[in-house]
């Protein structure tokens, strides 16, 4: 039987005009909890957050964003859970479903996920997997949106692995008129077939290069994370080595424009993929950015709970 909430396991789950909408949506609930007055829809309600990576931001707004809307949140390791390996992950979400009203998950697969997603009758939403962090992506345009005053027309430039953001950032990219650009190095590509498949009718553009230079030329947001992800840190050695050319510093900011805003999703390693002077330099917007997780997220529940 089809579900009657949404799941959000990719930025793409949402249509265009009800993406806006949900960007206004986070914006008017983050003033609302900023005067004391925030919503709560989700009284009376439980919400499953299991994790099988570390976490801060996700871990911690998920958890408080749960509680601001009234509700509550019981946090789940794979100890417990153990998914597809103790049980099923159909049964784990069957299971589930009797109990919470929503499961968020942090895990590994996408299948996986999507899996839990077919079999569980209440909404799933992805807090991360290698292939996609869309939560993240969705309160950084909640951060440009209060920055830059628009969330269309703009040059976003994403420094580094073509990772799960860079994944996130192309779906971003095929349901807005962003005109993103990708500098990376062949091995560390985020996917010819992916890109082709996301961005047909996209409402943007996606540039791949390897010239960091072009990629930052009149950038309105700068962009970088990790070079090597959970779960592949032992490639950092390696990655470092491919992607030095690709570090996010002063020189490569300002080659941007002059009002840029530079952004990353954090945990970050300082030195690396960008340099301790530009994060606390004038242009850095991090600290904002983990800040709108709490906000963006809030809004995400409620619109797989089809209450925006
Ligand atoms: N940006 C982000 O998702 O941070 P955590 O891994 O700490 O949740
Ligand atoms: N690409 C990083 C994002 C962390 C928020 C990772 O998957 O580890």
Redesign the pocket.
Known sequence: MAKSTCDFLALTDVKRGDFINLIEHAVRLKDQTRAGVCPQPLEGKAVALIFH?PSLRTRVSFEVGVQQLGGNALFITDKEIQLGVRESVADVARVLSRYVDMIVIRTFHQKDIEELAEWSSVPVINA?T?LL?PC?VFSDLLTIKEKLGRIEDIKVSYFG?G???ARSWINAASLLDIDLWIATMPESHPGEEFIAKVMDGGAGKVTVTDDPQAAAKDADVIYT??WA??GEKDQAGERASLLEKMQVNGKLVSGAKPSCIVMH???AERGREITNEVIEGPNSVLFDQAENRLHGQKSIMLWCLNQV
């Open positions: 990576k991360l290698d962090h993240q692995d990772n799960n953001m994370d990790v992800s959970m999703c954090l945990p």
